[in-house]
């Protein structure tokens, strides 16, 4: 912790570095000069590669470090990157009271990645409580200012958290809810410092009102399905982890202040005068050697380091005795019980008695890969709201590869079978004609059904995928081959090329790849299919069919079984001319997406490849839907408008792509149980739901804009709806603290895009 400026702006009466025993900063610099920063810095890097670490944490401190101002600032942040970065990863972070807090500021921190945590007391009488000016005006509607500011999407990376400090006057549920109204990452309660000596305020008889407090402020955060990080509940709990005030973690915290002397950690200036004293600087001493100081040595001593009280205490493993400052009594110094021992002990029951939910252990298939990488090009790109042709096309490859696998566990279940024989034998002999059939949208829901072993029967698990996926390729390839193939409900399906549905084939039947077709022997039947478009089909053979659209080619999937997999009834084989209508609408729908939004076409271009069409319900007319394992296509009924069919177009891919990003990234929190509230359902939605809902909501919105734009009667009342609804789901989304590390900054990204929507549609 570098203490960069020891004056402060504000004149907080419950402040332990002006208000309490400790007096040593009247003697101090006001600002730590550069050659103590460079010293610091130095004495940093020189502990960090002597000791191989991977990682150091920084905390510039104060007083008040924003009276640095930005130029300062950047002096500071300058030396310690260029002097720690060569040796280890510099967490760099800072501890504000925010009044000073201004845009060149935030922009500072972003440049230097630096996490700024706001201290903050809640409502306006709960703050004003302490946190005044030294004439005794209000710093509330500074600080709020201060946090709006690190809430803005540019800045959000910046923005670490609160850190309240509690007072049991204030009221626990309008100090809870001023808390979360900031959208804060993390929210860091801190008991009142107070020692034997001076004991913490008890108003009343209640021998514990700190834990009654607290266990208020517990009983919502719980009742709200726990939507933001409050570390002291997260600490207490069994398992929880150790922190400053709690635990038996060694205390790995030291402190430089700003005329470069090693203390230990400044709460226990709280104590008596001089308390945090070590007697070493940075300029003739180590961190090791300050490290060595019998007041920090004791508190790398775990259990061992606390008094026979807390030894003996069931809860001494998640407790650690409480903060070390919290302990002074004069006569036996630091060897006691917390002052705040009741309290503890009563929290600790409460946090007990409400568990967090357990992440379930089994789960679909996906993928994982690197889920909270801070940086992603991939998820960045897709930020925007649409995604380019080359993220497009990245999507397809992994999608491709999770079929792969899922082909692969088919085969495991199966055992080694001739159709994987043969497709293993085509993926080296004519890889193009495999990847073009393992690409077909509907194969992966097949073998997702495959393996499932709860599928109903009736959708016909039993069916191996494999032979028909190997026949397919064959004769894409135009490889001799022969196998047999499952029947189902008379027909057998070759994935990208047709069926073919005969009474009487039996349960069974060979297929033999022959030049320009295939021969089928099954049952009482016989038939030889020939695939010149300029022959006619045979009997019982239905040719898939596809539209030209300015991204290529787009198949019309109404035969394939497997495509009856968006939870709603798709429609059964068109008639010829219906076909026709659906394909000329797809494709004057395709030309209009190109037309209003040209970054969303591209997208279009870079994956569609299929449109299933639903079944009509004169209840609901305009229906769209997209399957999760079904990448590559949607589903919408087959209305005759293409400019409303553009619209559900662009909708849809929204779903597809963020469902492949989905395999790929955890964006969600698993296993909390949330549910949210959004404009567009009557019912709370959890937290994938809603950001599939804002990730659709702003293609559409930026649809209805665009042709706003182009004066289209009622676009801009559709835009202004989309655009509220998109930006009320996205607010709720951050505030639900649902969101991974990497969901978080994707959510921030996509509301930037929003802004920048509708900035552009002034
Ligand atoms: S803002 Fe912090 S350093 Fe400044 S007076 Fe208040 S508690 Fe003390
Ligand atoms: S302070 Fe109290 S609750 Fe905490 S470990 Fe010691 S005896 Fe246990």
Known sequence: MLKVHSRCDLSCDHCYIYQHADQTWRGRPTRMPPATVQAAARRIAEHAREHGLPVVHVVLHGGEPLLLGAAG?????????????????????????????????CRLFVEYDVRVGVSFDGDRAANDRHRVFAHGGSSHDHVRRALALLRRPEHRASYAGILCTVDVRNDPDRVYEALLAENPPRVDLLLPHATWDHPPERPGPDPTPYADWLGRVHRRWVDDGRPVSIRMFEALRPGGGGTEAFGLAPADVLVIEADGSWEQVDSLKTAYHGAADTGFDVFDHSVDEAARHPGVAVRQDGVDGLCLTCRACPVVDRCGGGLYAHRWRTGSGFDNPSV???????????????????????????????????????????????????????????????????????????????????????????????????????????????????????????????????????????????????????????????????????????????????????????????????????????????????????????????????GQPVESRLEVPAARALGRTLADAWRVVHRDVPAHAAALDGGLRAVVPLAPDPARPLRSATARHAFGAVAVTPHPDPETMAVLLVHEWQHAKLGAALDLYDLVEPGQGTRIRVPWR???????????????????????QSRAAGDQPDASAHAAHFLGWTRDGVDALLASRSLTAAGERFVAQLRHALEETRVGSR
């Open 682 to 704: 009557p019912d709370p939605r959890p937290p994938e739901g809603v950001l599939q809902g804002v990730y659709a909501h702003l293609a559409v919105t930026q649809v209805w």
């Open 340 to 566: 705040y021992c009741a309290d503890l002990l009563r929290l600790i029951d409460t946090v007990d008695a409400h568990p967090p939910p357990t992440p379930p252990t089994t789960g679909e298939w996906s993928v994982t890969s690197p889920a909270t990488s801070p940086v992603d090009e991939l998820l960045d790109d897709l930020a925007t709201g649409h995604g380019s042709a080359a993220t497009l096309g990245l999507l397809a490859a992994t999608q491709l590869s999770i079929t792969r696998a899922l082909l692969a566990a088919c085969r495991d279940r199966s055992g080694a079978t001739a159709a994987w024989d043969l497709l293993v034998h085509l993926d080296q002999a004519a890889p193009e004609a495999v990847r073009a059939v393992l690409a077909h949208p509907f194969v992966r829901p097949g073998l997702v059904h495959r393996l499932d072993s709860s599928a109903p029967p009736g959708l016909g698990a039993a069916v191996d995928p494999l032979p028909a996926l190997a026949i397919a390729a064959a004769v894409r390839a135009s490889v001799p081959a022969a196998l047999h193939v499952p029947v189902r409900a008379d027909a057998i399906t070759l994935p990208t090329l047709g069926s073919l549905v005969l009474p009487g084939l039996g349960a069974s039947a060979e297929v033999t790849v022959r030049p320009g077709g295939f021969q089928v022997r099954g049952g009482s039947v016989e038939q030889t299919v020939l695939l010149d478009p300029l022959t006619p089909p045979a009997t019982g053979w239905f040719p898939t069919r596809d539209v030209s659209v300015p991204g290529g080619r787009l198949l019309l999937e109404d035969g394939d079984p497997y495509r009856d997999c968006y």
């Open 73 to 105: 600032l950047r002096e500071v942040l300058a030396e310690l990157r260029s002097t720690i970065t060569p040796w280890a990863q510099l967490d760099l972070r800072m501890q504000t009271n925010g009044v000073l807090l201004d845009e060149e500021l």
